[in-house]
């Protein structure tokens, strides 16, 4: 079973920064694209960001120019490096496996790693 663990969430004011991280169990980390997603209170879970596993980067359009997504494949870990934050990017982050397009195809999450931001 993939185990895909999330740290580096916390409190901050708006305008900080925060740098996630998730780490996978598994060597496949590296022939999959990985995503960072996040869900706020009473929403659905979006997709923030993602990279390919030949190192594409795609992000939400709320994120652009914010957010840098990136990964170590030697350390089976993906990053999520967030400037400029905003207290609309209050949410629980979570990582998993997708496609070159976005779309989920993990079947499983971890914990996740909250994120608050405040005003």
């Known amino acids: 079973q993939v185990q895909l663990v999330e740290s580096g969430g916390g409190l901050v004011q708006a305008g900080g920064s925060l740098r996630l991280s998730c780490a996978a169990s598994r060597s496949i980390f590296r022939l999959n694209a990985m995503g960072w997603y996040r869900q706020a209170p009473g929403k659905q879970r979006e997709l923030v960001a993602h990279i390919t596993s030949g190192g594409s980067t795609n992000y939400a359009d709320s994120v652009k120019g914010r957010f840098t997504i990136s990964r170590d494949n030697a350390k089976n870990t993906v990053y999520l490096q967030m400037n400029s934050l905003k207290p609309e990017d209050t949410a629980v982050y979570y990582c998993?496996?997708?496609?070159?397009?976005?779309?989920?195809?993990?079947?499983?999450w971890g914990q996740g790693t909250q994120v608050t931001v405040s005003s």
């Open positions: 998993n496996y997708c496609n070159a397009a976005g779309l989920l195809i993990g079947t499983s």
